[in-house]
C-alpha cells in the first residue's frame, strides 16, 4: 500500500476508535455532571488574601454555593509568579471540585517569560469562563497633559525625556506598544504594583503611566489622576467620559491592553461539568443590578464559554510573543 495512504486508513482508524470510546466517557460525564457539585467545591487562588483575583473568587464562590446549595471555599496559593497554585490544580482530579482562578500571567505571559514552567496552560488546563477584566488606563497627574494628544506631542517635543509608568509584564508590554504605534520615544520605568505607580505619578516621577481601572478609579474620582484614555475599544460604565486611545490618539490599529482574570479546571475534566459551571457564572453576570455593584468599586466583570475564553488564549499568545520578541529587554525589567 501506498505509505501516504496508510498513514491515512490509520489515521482514520484511530479516529474512528477514538469515537467509539468516547461515546461511554461522554455518558459517564454527563451523569456527574447531573449529581455536581456535591461536595465541596475548592477555588485555588494563586494570589495572597485581599488582592483582585482573591475577592472576584470569593465574590463568585459565594454566589455559585448560593445556587449549588454546597459549599465553595477560596484556598490562597501564592508564589511562582502564580505557577504553585497553576500546577497544584493541573495535577488535581478531572472532577471539577478543584478550580484554580488564572491570570493572563497564568496562561499567557509565564510560558512566554520562564523556562521550565512546571505545567502547560492548554495542555494541563481546562478554560472554563472570563470573570473580569481589568483595563489599563493612560493616567498622568492633574498638572500634566489634559489630552492623549497633548500627551503625544509633548514626547515628540522632548525625545527621550519623558517617563511612562507600568507595573505588570502585560502592562509593560502595552505601554510599549502604545509608544511604538505612537511614535513618541519615553523612557519605560517598571514598578511592582499600582500602589508604586501611583506615587510615581503623583509625585511627577513618571509623566504618565498605565494604571488599572481599579486602582485608577478612586484617584480620578478623588481628582488625583487624569484619565486620558483607556486602553480599550470597549465601554466601560465606570468611566464614561474617557475616550478610547485608538480613538483619542488616532491609532485605528492599537489593540486592547488589560490584565484579566479567569476561572479553570483541571485538563481532562467532564466536559458537562465544564459548561455546568460556566452556565452558572454567565447565571450570576446576568443580574445587572450586581455587576453594576462591582463596577462602582472599579470591578469590570466579563464572562465567556469555554471556547471562546480557549481563543482568546491563544490569540493573546500569539500577540503578546510578538511583542516580547520585539522588545527582549522587556524581560529582563521582569527579574
Not at 95 to 113: A, K, W
Not at 270 to 296: F, G, S
Request: hydrophobic share 45%; aromatic share 4%.
Amino acid at each position: 500500500m501506498n505509505p501516504i495512504r496508510a498513514l491515512l486508513v490509520g489515521l482514520a482508524c484511530l479516529v474512528a476508535s477514538g469515537l467509539v470510546a468516547s461515546r461511554p466517557a461522554l455518558a459517564q460525564g454527563t451523569a456527574d455532571a447531573a449529581g455536581y457539585p456535591n461536595r465541596i467545591v475548592r477555588l485555588i487562588v494563586p494570589f495572597p488574601p485581599g488582592g483582585p483575583a482573591d475577592v472576584i473568587a470569593r465574590f463568585v464562590g459565594q454566589k455559585l454555593s448560593e445556587d449549588w446549595g454546597q459549599t465553595v471555599v477560596v484556598e490562597n496559593r501564592p508564589g511562582g509568579n502564580t505557577a504553585i497554585a497553576a500546577q497544584q490544580v493541573a495535577r488535581s482530579a478531572p472532577d471539577g471540585y478543584t478550580l484554580l482562578i488564572p491570570m493572563d500571567t497564568t496562561m499567557v505571559l509565564n510560558p512566554l517569560t520562564i523556562q521550565n514552567l512546571p505545567y502547560e496552560p492548554l495542555r494541563d488546563l481546562a478554560p472554563i469562563s472570563m470573570l473580569t477584566k481589568n483595563m489599563s488606563m493612560v493616567v498622568t497627574r492633574m498638572a500634566g497633559p489634559k489630552s492623549i494628544k497633548e500627551l503625544i506631542e509633548q514626547a515628540k517635543a522632548r525625545p527621550g525625556t519623558m517617563n511612562m509608568g507600568a507595573g505588570t509584564i502585560t502592562s509593560r508590554l502595552g505601554a510599549v506598544l502604545f509608544a511604538k504605534t505612537a511614535g513618541i520615544d519615553v523612557q519605560l520605568i517598571p514598578f511592582k504594583g499600582s500602589a508604586e505607580i501611583g506615587q510615581a505619578v503623583l509625585s511627577g516621577t513618571v509623566d504618565f503611566a498605565l494604571d488599572s481601572t481599579g486602582t485608577a478609579l478612586p484617584l480620578v474620582q478623588g481628582g488625583q489622576y487624569r484619565a486620558l484614555a483607556k486602553y480599550t475599544n470597549q465601554p466601560l460604565p465606570m468611566f464614561p467620559g474617557v475616550p478610547s486611545l485608538s480613538e483619542a490618539a488616532g491609532l485605528p490599529a492599537i489593540d486592547e491592553s488589560s490584565t484579566w482574570i479567569a476561572v479553570a479546571a483541571p485538563a481532562g475534566t467532564p466536559r458537562p461539568i465544564v459548561e455546568k459551571i460556566q452556565k452558572a457564572i454567565a447565571k450570576i453576570y446576568a443580574d445587572a443590578p450586581t455587576m453594576q455593584k462591582l463596577e462602582k468599586v472599579g470591578i469590570n466583570p466579563v464572562s465567556s464559554t469555554p471556547d471562546e475564553l480557549t481563543a482568546f488564549i491563544r490569540s493573546e499568545s500569539v500577540r503578546w510573543a510578538q511583542v516580547l520578541k520585539d522588545n527582549s529587554h522587556l524581560l529582563k525589567l521582569e527579574q
